[in-house]
Each structure stands twice: as structure tokens, then as C-alpha cells.
């Protein structure tokens, strides 16, 4: 007689971000709030309605963003990293930018600027890593040779 197995069964939403972004190099090259930001804006998706997540201010405040220059610094590096891609340019009075993340397909909607052709999918693959930049302490220690003679 076998083990009586139950299953569990997840209970609500959660966050599917695929193991091919976590271990790129892009994404361990990503600063602190980059990644606090990409996790935000993920887990607003609901499996069908990338491409309408929203970084406005008034919906990452209660997140725990403290200054609005941190929050759009952050989402420069995660556009020009290639993890998330505007699909509706804000404009005024009231309309906010969107994003999709792109590791999922985008989910059309007629009022994005693009449409699922132009969205670029994996875009992050394709963006250089930047150079991480050693500490002088490091660096210096890692050129300079100690040579230990037989006594």
C-alpha cells in the first residue's frame, strides 16, 4: 500500500516569472528598486491583460515607493533593459502609460499604440549587460601577487 497523497491546491493569485529571466544575466545585473518595480508591475498581471499594467504614481505609492524620481528611475532601467515594454504613451489630461512585461505575449486591446506584432517579446535577451564595476580594494588585490619563498 502506497502513501495516501494529497494534493494542494494553490488558493488565490501569484507571480509566474520564468527561471529563464531570474538566472539571465540581465536580470542579476538589474539595481535594487529595478527588480522591486518589475515584481510590482508583474504582479498586477492576471493572465490576461498584459500590456495594461500601470506604473502610475498614485498606484505604486501604496506599494511602498517613496519618491516618484526612484519609481521613474527605476522604470528607465527596466525599459532599456528590455523587461518591460510601454504599449500606450500617457497623454493629458488623465490617460497614464501602459507596459507589458515581455516574457508573456501582449494581450490586445485597442487602445495600445502598438499591436502584438510590434510588441518585443524577450527584448531583454537581446540588451547588453553592463559591466559590473569592482571596488578598488578588489581590484587592487585581485593584480598584485604575493610570493611566498621556501625559508
Known amino acids: 500500500m502506497g502513501r495516501l497523497r494529497t494534493k494542494r491546491k494553490v488558493v488565490g493569485r501569484f ?22 518595480l518589475l515584481l510590482d508591475i508583474a504582479a498586477q498581471y492576471n493572465g490576461k ?4 499594467l500601470s506604473i502610475a504614481w498614485k498606484i505604486m505609492q501604496p506599494k ?3 519618491s516618484e524620481a526612484t ?3 527605476a522604470k528607465k ?6 523587461f518591460i515594454a510601454e504599449t500606450r504613451k500617457g497623454r493629458l489630461p488623465n490617460l497614464c502609460s501602459l507596459y507589458g512585461i515581455t516574457w508573456q505575449p501582449l494581450d490586445h486591446d485597442p487602445k495600445y499604440d ?13 540588451t547588453s549587460v553592463p559591466r559590473l564595476k569592482m571596488p578598488k580594494a578588489a581590484a587592487t588585490s585581485t593584480t598584485a601577487s604575493t610570493v611566498i619563498q621556501p625559508g
Open 15 to 36: 507571480l509566474l516569472m520564468p527561471h529563464r529571466v531570474l538566472h539571465s544575466p540581465q536580470y542579476h545585473a538589474l539595481p535594487g528598486n529595478a527588480v522591486k
Open 49 to 52: 491583460n498584459n500590456g495594461d
Open 71 to 73: 519609481l521613474n528611475k
Open 114 to 126: 502598438i499591436g502584438p506584432l510590434g510588441f518585443p517579446m524577450y527584448a531583454w535577451e537581446t
Open 64 to 66: 511602498g515607493w517613496k
Open 77 to 82: 532601467e527596466l525599459l532599456a533593459s528590455g
